[in-house]
């Protein structure tokens, strides 16, 4: 095949296949910056709904909190009120709760004579008198008051064979000095 075109047309050919070439770039650059123009803006769009959704949640939060700030001072207020009635609960003496605990510790054969407590008695020296079937069960009185926490200082003031008028069933009288602790009468 014979070309029988001029050299001039055929870059002219050549220059209207280029600039053919450089319009398509052109224009699917072109669409591609319209494309990425709708993303920007459709993303601003979101962010600024976003925004104005966590503005209005952090109002009514602080609605909310303000609102809170009365239940807050009055769980402050029932604290400091449980926290002393804790201190009075503490300093209770429940002197039931002594008997059944000084009672439990007292061996089979003792009986204790008589009994004058108080808050003051706790951590104090006291003497406690105690009748007795045998010497034995006198003893076995100051094992078990010296094994027990409730007690300290326990020392034997007198054990005697006479009662002094008391019944004949518990002839042995002992009287016993000791310390009380106040963890008996919780």
Not at 35 to 40: D, E, M, N, S, Y
Not at 145 to 161: A, D, K, W
């Amino acid at each position: 095949m014979i070309n029988l075109l001029s050299d001039e047309s055929k870059k002219d050919i050549r220059a209207a296949k280029t600039n053919a070439i450089l319009l398509n770039y052109m224009l699917v650059l072109g669409f591609g910056v319209l494309f990425l123009g709708f993303i920007c803006t459709g993303v601003y769009i979101i962010l600024t709904n976003t925004q104005a959704s966590a503005e209005k949640l952090i109002v009514d939060n602080a609605a909310r909190d303000s609102s809170q700030g009365a239940v807050q001072a009055q769980s402050a207020a029932l604290r400091a009120s449980l926290a002393t009635a804790k201190g009075i609960f503490d300093q209770e003496v429940i002197y039931s709760q002594f008997i059944v605990n000084l009672t439990n510790l007292m061996p089979s054969g003792v009986v204790l004579n008589t009994l004058s407590i108080s808050a003051a008695t706790f951590g104090t020296p006291t003497t406690l008198q105690f009748f007795a079937r045998t010497t034995e069960d006198a003893l076995a009185l100051k094992v078990k008051l010296e094994g027990s926490p409730y007690f300290s200082n326990i020392s034997f003031q007198s054990l005697s064979n006479t009662n002094n008028g008391q019944s004949n069933a518990y002839p042995v009288s002992a009287t016993v000095a000791l310390t009380i602790s106040k963890s008996i009468a919780k």
